[in-house]
């Protein structure tokens, strides 16, 4: 199986970086995002029928206020998830990023499980390995960033202790 997603993504990966994609992928995608979420319960994302997927569950860092954002992530072996910021290649930095660098504390849910997670920005020493990971799952998604002439945001997100929830 794993054979026939790597074949589908090497497919897929070079129409995504098409300027008609990313001119409609930031207007069809999120809505389409959310519309199969409503349907399955949260528990399947589009993005995730090719890439391992999460909802980023955020606090706005102007406004305080609850933001979700569907991302592909990238898993980093330890448990921990990597996010790019790459917007399509847009030249701004997209806000779920401002988002995480005002609360680094935020939660994440996967195939419709949430959990508290703290967002680390990955810095220099760290990107190239993290950008061989994301490559290796999506191959070209570096492109983005180079085309959006600026550099990507990427984030590690580690999962820590639930507060709230009793001991098992």
Request: aromatic share 8%; glycine share 8%; no cysteine.
């Amino acid at each position: 199986m794993a054979t026939v997603l790597q074949v589908v993504r090497s497919v897929i990966a070079p129409l995504t970086r098409t300027s008609l994609f990313r001119a409609l992928g930031p207007i069809v995608l999120p809505p389409a995002e959310r519309l199969l979420a409503w349907l399955t319960d949260g528990r399947v994302q589009l993005s995730g029928l090719l890439v391992p997927s999460l909802v980023l569950h955020t606090i706005g860092a102007q406004s305080g206020e609850p933001r979700d954002t569907y991302l592909m992530y990238t898993p980093d072996g330890q448990g921990r998830a990597i996010v790019a910021g790459t917007t399509f290649a847009q030249e701004r930095h997209p806000g779920w990023t401002y988002n995480l660098l005002a609360h680094p504390d935020a939660a994440i849910t996967v195939r419709g499980r949430r959990m508290p997670v703290r967002a680390s920005l990955i810095g220099d020493e760290g990107r190239d390995a993290a950008w061989a990971r994301i490559e290796a799952q999506w191959p070209g998604y570096r492109g983005y960033e180079r085309d959006s002439g600026r550099m990507v945001r990427l984030f590690r997100l580690q999962p820590v202790a639930d507060p709230h929830r009793a001991p098992m």
